[in-house]
């Protein structure tokens, strides 16, 4: 949808906090009618005009690993890393820590985003590491682990951050993951 496309682009451009749709309407050619007859709220323009952006940026979802991966697991978990985190990245990255901070303050209007947030990217780890052996316990432990980390340098980053400090933060925790993952498909045990 067109106007979807362009509430990704405007939003990407100057962010959510002091969003007002008529401005918005205004600035990519609608009313802020308009937008309220395709979307129900603001709050769910909001969340499908994040998932827009990150579609077009081709980080919308944890399908970056693919069904199984395309490597060896540290080669796989470093590879999706550098995707999310490109310095092309960085306004989304901005924008989406906006959109969290917002949702937090105001859980019950941004439910269905947090929700998506919180099991998304939960699902596609575990996803890729059962299907390399690794037990679901174990799988969930370190796919919580990832993402945690993903996120808390990505603020780094957002915040101006060292891109080196942040992607050799990145290495030894996929160095460290690599071997606790190989431990538990080893042994069938939890690492």
């Not at 451009?13 to 918005?24: A, M």
């Not at 590879?79 to 917002?102: K, M």
């Not at 993903?150 to 951050?161: D, F, M, S, T």
């Amino acid at each position: 949808m067109r106007l979807l496309g362009l509430t990704a682009e405007y939003l990407l451009e100057h962010g959510v906090l002091d969003l007002r749709l008529r401005t918005l309407g205004d600035a990519i050619g609608t009313s802020h009618r308009v937008l309220l007859y395709y979307f129900a709220s603001k709050q769910e323009l909001i969340a499908e005009a994040l998932d827009e952006a990150a579609r077009k940026a081709s980080v919308r979802d944890a399908s970056l690993l693919g069904p199984h991966g395309a490597g060896p697991v540290e080669a796989e978990l470093q590879r999706v890393w550098q995707l999310i985190s490109a310095p092309r990245q960085l306004p989304l990255i901005r924008l989406f820590l906006q959109v969290v901070a917002v949702a937090i303050h105001d859980q019950s209007r941004y439910s269905g985003f947090l929700e998506a947030l919180n099991s998304e990217w939960a699902q596609a780890y575990r996803t890729y590491l059962t299907a390399l052996g690794v037990p679901l316990d174990t799988a969930a432990g370190i796919a919580a682990e990832i993402i945690g980390l993903q996120r808390g340098l990505q603020l780094e980053l957002a915040v101006g951050g060292s891109v080196e400090s942040v992607n050799r933060s990145f290495a030894a925790a996929a160095s460290g993951w690599t071997q606790r993952i190989e431990s538990a498909v080893g042994t069938g045990a939890p690492a």
